[in-house]
């Protein structure tokens, strides 16, 4: 089992920044890639960003330029530093973490950006 929790969600204005945490724990040793999702309301959850254990990343196209994914393995932590935030920014990101298929999920935190 992965346990993984989410901070640093917030109010913010279009144009600002905010920088997620992702504390892992458990059986962390097997993770691959971790991830960020989000999910706005009345849409799907979508893919904002992954890395692997190798420090590999990928992007939403919408997020390219403005969000950057990064991982801490001595520490177990995952971030997602967020510049230029727009309102259409605004949902629920949750943290991912994929063990061989094995797909581990946060509770997510609540970023809102105002216009």
């Known amino acids: 089992q992965v346990q993984l929790v989410e901070s640093g969600g917030g109010l913010v204005q279009a144009g600002g920044s905010l920088r997620l945490s992702c504390a892992a724990s458990?059986?962390?040793?097997?993770?691959?890639?971790m991830g960020w999702y989000r999910q706005a309301p009345g849409k799907q959850r979508e893919l904002v960003a992954v890395?692997?254990?190798?420090?590999?990343?990928n992007y939403a196209d919408s997020v390219k330029g403005r969000f950057t994914i990064s991982r801490d393995n001595a520490k177990n932590m995952m971030y997602l530093q967020m510049n230029s935030l727009k309102p259409e920014d605004t949902a629920v990101y949750y943290c991912?973490?994929?063990?061989?298929?094995?797909?581990?999920w946060g509770k997510g935190t609540l970023v809102t950006v105002s216009s």
């Open positions: 458990g059986r962390i040793f097997s993770i691959n890639s």
């Open positions: 890395i692997t254990s190798g420090g590999s990343t």
């Open positions: 991912n973490a994929d063990d061989h298929r094995v797909y581990y």
